[in-house]
């Protein structure tokens, strides 16, 4: 069970895709004394790890103390980062703090596009800067990549990219149109596209020795199955919102994902245990009642569908079909 906090608003980038769009601190953040207790909650319910992300989560001042109060609780802290900030320090810190790995995006091998994309000039080299930081003091991390039309074809290049510089896995974010990323509908992958990207993805598994993981992209694990491909054991399904996941805003809004609107409630109103075991969002999630093709699907069980599209493109239904699934739509 994973969690991910959005821990500020607040970013040096100016990313095209950004799902939070994310630039300012909000005014109302979660205080220290209000992230701890929101900490408290979330290790009674049961979880084991906690994504600290953002915005850019370096940005907050308390972050270290709040990693610390995280690990203290038994969680396994992690980061999703630009790496930019990681300097050796930031890098030393964190993990003295307690932080087990760094989830850094990279999304072109090519560094002017990588700027272009991430709004910044300069961010890949300040980020291969963070990534080498990361190594020198034993600090692990991961390459994080959001795929768009443009960049689909060098996925292949990037994962071999990841390997190159020492990243313990390679996860591979499929578009979904929200925040400022509702405006590169147009620029996402096709259906078929789509498929055939997963099916690269999922071909290259058997030949790199760390593992890949597509994500807002259920449709893997199906895939996988067909081509006979043993995935790593922790991704045996594929949506994994409500279920064994959620995400809390920077204010301590709870939502199933970070590409769903729905909320399930806050962490000012309610204890975040509470909130995972009683809220109608959840609850109804965890039906797995699901409609249209992903209801009928030989594979439901181990893919779910993804959610979030589920409810972007069916008018808010969260147990809708995924219509961005060839395989339910008989396209193959």
Not at 213 to 220: G, M
Not at 239 to 245: E, H, I, R, S, V
Not at 313 to 323: F, K, T
Request: proline share 5%; charged share 25%.
């Amino acid at each position: 069970m994973l969690v991910s906090w959005m821990t500020t608003n607040k970013c040096n980038l100016k990313c095209k895709h950004c799902y939070q769009n994310a630039k300012e601190k909000y005014d109302d953040e979660l205080t220290t004394n209000e992230a701890k207790e929101m900490i408290d909650g979330i290790a009674r319910a049961g979880f084991k790890i906690m994504i600290f992300s953002g915005g850019e989560p370096l940005l907050r001042p308390d972050i270290f103390e709040l990693v610390s109060y995280a690990a203290s609780k038994g969680l396994r802290p992690v980061f999703g980062s630009n790496g930019m900030l990681i300097t050796k320090d930031i890098a030393i810190k964190l993990k003295q703090a307690g932080a087990l790995a760094m989830g850094i995006s990279i999304d072109s091998a090519d560094r002017e596009k990588h700027d272009e994309f991430r709004g910044v000039p300069g961010a890949f080299e300040k980020t291969l800067q963070g990534i080498q930081n990361c190594k020198e003091v034993g600090l692990p991390f991961q390459i994080h990549t959001t795929v768009l039309e443009w960049n689909k074809k060098e996925i292949p290049e990037i994962i071999d990219l990841a390997v190159d510089l020492g990243a313990m896995a390679s996860y591979i974010f499929f578009l979904i149109p929200v925040g400022r990323g509702l405006y590169l509908e147009d620029d996402a992958v096709g259906v078929m596209e789509n498929e055939e990207l997963l099916r690269t993805i999922m071909t290259k598994q058997q030949s790199i020795p760390i593992p890949i993981k597509p994500t807002c992209a259920p449709q893997f694990t199906r895939i996988a199955k067909q081509l006979g491909i043993k995935l790593d054991p922790r991704f045996s399904r594929g949506c994994l919102a409500g279920l064994t996941y959620a995400i809390i805003s920077p204010n301590g809004v709870v939502r199933p994902c970070a590409y769903m609107t729905e909320q399930a409630g806050n962490v000012r109103e309610q204890t975040f245990d509470e909130i995972w075991k009683t809220s109608p969002v959840f609850n109804k999630l965890r039906t797995k009642a699901y409609s249209g093709t992903c209801g009928k699907c030989d594979y439901n069980d181990i893919c779910g569908g993804c959610r979030a599209r589920a409810a972007y493109y069916h008018d808010g239904d969260i147990l809708a079909e995924d219509s961005y699934c060839a395989y339910g739509r008989n396209l193959i």
